[in-house]
């Protein structure tokens, strides 16, 4: 089913809100088998919602609208739709019910304005809206060409349009269209870029059935491979999808870290709990970001220690016991320097194993021979210390993201071992 999603609210236009609406409904929406084709942003303008509007109508069977419909005066999508639709206003006595239990709940009176809530257009199928004042409305118009378009209008505010997405909307539209089965899996990979990871399963990739599509997710450190399958028979589509999914993992075993939601961090906590290991960090240019995304793993005190951020050569000498002369022979950011942290975080925190990262970050600080995106990072293990260069490139943010990822995918790699 071709399907169009329309935002509307100025704040959205202006950066003021992230329009985390969108996203969440497209996902959704895939996820039950209805294809998104276009998503459209636009303020709240009586034109703008009408010609938005028709330009759907004239491409998509269904249009989801969230936004506009609250007790304010700036919120004019219900008259819009009224025009559209050639209808009017009629006062809902259910919605004024559901409008006078919520406001009795929170202990107020129910205003004009809160009042006026309960006044939907003559023609639609009102939603119910547990959480909220505002109904959503269900409107069928016929095409000029034949057949429908579904309208559904909704509140902007997140967590109604949710509860009626799920509760409400797709189980209908589920109920009024066929859709078919759509089965995504994504493989997540670490230390390949993008561009070598296509041309390594570039064979593999041109054999794939017709049916099963694979999209290439790049973000700073991690590239996700989702394959997505779709069909009538659940089942086949499943196990075809996971087939090609085996077949792809033996291809590029020694980059995967997981799949689907899964993380690096999560990823080393199991395996350190298993092993009943522990670990510390000691970082200068990712400033406590490893330290960060370890932690966040719930019941990660039991296997991690702490850090030390060393971010000036005082700390390192004085603190984690760097030698002056490495530093000065070799500069902080060297094979020497950094195995040195490593070595010393696990001796100062009583560990089995470390992790040491130095680098320049940016944008300033990078020298001819030492660029902006130079990186050491060390790994210190109960039989040894080891350290591998990397040069990232000229973001901060980015470099200290893909130096933390990095770091944590070569402790990974020791640890299958």
């Known amino acids: 089913m071709t399907t169009e999603i329309i935002n509307i609210g100025d704040e959205l236009l202006i950066g003021q809100v992230i329009n985390t609406n969108a996203s969440w409904m497209a996902e959704q929406l895939n996820l039950a088998g209805f294809r998104v084709n276009q998503v459209s942003v636009i303020r709240d303008d009586r034109e703008h919602i009408l010609a938005a509007m028709a330009e759907a109508e004239s491409r998509a069977e269904i249009v989801l609208i969230s936004g506009g419909i609250g007790p304010t005066r700036d919120d004019i999508t219900k008259h819009t739709m009224c025009e559209f639709f050639n209808t009017q206003l009629v006062f809902n006595m259910d919605a004024y019910h559901d409008v006078e239990e919520i406001f009795a709940r929170r202990g107020y009176p129910v205003t004009e304005l809160n009042r006026q809530q309960a006044e939907l257009p003559e023609n639609c199928l ?40 799920t509760g409400h909307i797709i189980p209908w539209l589920k109920k ?8 995504h899996k994504t493989m997540l990979t670490q230390g390949i870029g993008e561009s070598f990871l296509a041309a390594q399963i570039d064979d593999w990739e041109k054999a794939l059935p017709g049916h099963i599509k694979l999209a290439y997710l790049p973000q700073p450190g991690i590239v996700r491979l989702r394959l997505t399958g779709t069909g009538k028979e659940e089942q086949i589509i499943r196990q075809q999808v996971d087939d090609e999914i085996n077949k792809l993992e033996s291809l590029i075993r020694e980059y995967i870290f997981g799949f689907d939601g899964d993380t690096l961090e999560e990823s080393i906590g199991q395996f350190l709990k298993e092993r009943n290991a522990t670990l510390a960090t000691a970082e200068s240019c990712t400033g406590g970001y490893i330290a960060h995304l370890i932690t966040s793993v719930p019941g990660s005190s039991v296997y991690f220690k702490g850090s030390l951020v060393a971010y000036s050569n005082e700390i390192k000498k004085n603190i984690l016991g760097v030698l002056p002369e490495s530093l000065q022979k070799y500069g902080a950011v060297s094979k020497e320097v950094v195995s040195e942290m490593a070595i010393a975080a696990q001796t100062m925190f009583d ?29 210190a293990t109960p039989e040894e210390v080891f350290a591998k260069q990397f040069t990232f490139g000229d973001s901060r943010d980015r470099n200290i993201r893909r130096t933390a990822l990095q770091a944590l995918n070569m402790l990974r790699k020791k640890l299958i071992m």
Request: charged share 20%; no cysteine; glycine share 14%.
């Open 126 to 165: 009102s939603i119910e809206n547990k959480l909220g004042t505002a109904r959503g409305m269900w409107f069928e118009k016929e095409r000029d060409g034949g057949g429908k378009t579904i309208f559904v209008s909704m509140p902007g505010v997140p967590f109604e349009m949710k509860a009626m997405m």
């Open 176 to 183: 009024t269209f066929q859709t078919p089965f759509i089965y």
């Open 351 to 379: 560990v089995d194993y470390a992790i040491a990262t130095s680098g320049i970050a940016g944008p300033d600080g990078g020298t001819a021979d030492k660029p902006v995106g130079t990186t050491w990072i060390a790994i």
